[in-house]
């Protein structure tokens, strides 16, 4: 079991996709560059292209997490992980805010 203590040390995020593209080589990541109302958007690597193609992402509003040690995958670097609803089925949802919030607001 997770404590309350554990989960406050997640800091998660809504960030907004400004460009998504595949990565050469890559069967399952997609590279997104996340505005989360920083100096410049970070670059967020995420295995979920085999359910999105890049031009359904990009505008979309999504839940990260964003203090994660940065992983290195494909020669790229990721600096954070996007929230996603794993389906028994073998599938991936994305989860979405119902009105558009300010980029960097974070879940509580």
Do not use: W
């Not at 960030?15 to 958007?41: N, Q």
């Not at 967020?44 to 839940?63: A, F, H, T, V």
């Amino acid at each position: 079991m997770a404590t309350v203590d554990d989960f406050a040390k997640i800091e998660m995020k809504i960030g907004t996709i400004v460009t998504a593209d595949y990565i050469e080589g890559a069967d399952k990541l997609l590279k997104l560059l996340v505005d989360f109302g920083e100096e410049a958007p970070r670059q967020i690597l995420s295995g979920i292209r085999e359910y999105y193609e890049p031009e359904q992402l990009i505008g979309k509003q999504c839940p990260f997490i964003t203090n994660l040690d940065p992983r290195t995958m494909r020669g790229l670097t990721s600096y954070g992980m996007i929230l996603a609803v794993g389906l028994e089925s073998g599938g991936a949802v994305l989860l979405h805010p119902d009105s558009h919030v300010p980029n960097g607001s974070k879940l509580r």
